[in-house]
């Protein structure tokens, strides 16, 4: 398996502004060379990062052939900028260790402001953090590696994406699996 990142730009139509670095991870077919069209993994979420689903990926028949590409999600834990929000998993582990009543409830909530504000801190076009802009970085991800045709393999709101990346770049698409679809 190989990792790196890919910078974006956050809005595409100001592309000398802000950007947004994604990560990426390509695991290296189980048979070898492999044949050349790799399979995207597209995670749920919206927000599932997929790279913690790596090592199992490798595992499945869905790596014997082909490489996987998984590219993280705009963001997701690794990506940056992050809207990760440690303040809230740990109110809600906090819950979880003391039960849920109103005091619990208004610590959560007042762990998601926390979190809003530092994540808008740093003025990010939330307008861009949307499932069109992500298949426009899937595609962005399938240039800059060099791959001429893909196929795509989504689970959960990943087929949704997929579904997005049917639609704005279908021409290198050779197959689509799209399990449990959630529509548009």
């Avoid at 582990?93 to 619990?104: K, N, S």
């Avoid at 007042?110 to 970085?137: I, N």
Wanted: charged share 25%; with cysteine.
């Amino acid at each position: 398996m190989s990792c790196g990142t890919l910078e974006v730009p956050e809005n595409r139509n100001v592309p000398d502004e802000a950007s947004v670095v994604l990560p990426i991870a390509i695991i290296e077919p189980q048979d070898g060379a492999g044949l050349p069209d790799p399979v995207f993994y597209l995670d749920g979420g919206p927000g599932g990062d997929g790279l913690t689903l790596a090592e199992t990926l490798s595992e499945l028949p869905l790596a014997r052939k082909r490489r996987v590409v998984i590219v993280g999600q705009r963001g997701t834990p690794l990506a940056d900028p992050t809207f990760d929000c440690p303040e809230v998993e740990a109110a809600q582990a906090e819950a979880l260790d003391v039960g849920m009543d109103e005091t619990t409830t208004a610590a959560e909530q007042a762990a998601l402001g926390e979190c809003f504000d530092r994540v808008t801190a740093e003025d990010p076009d939330l307008s861009t953090y949307d499932s069109a802009t992500a298949a426009d970085d899937l595609e962005a991800a399938r240039l800059a590696l060099g791959y001429g045709e893909w196929n795509l393999y989504g689970v959960s709101y990943g087929t949704r994406l997929g579904l997005e990346v049917l639609r704005r770049h279908p021409d290198a698409v050779r197959s689509a699996v799209l399990d449990s679809v959630y529509p548009p």
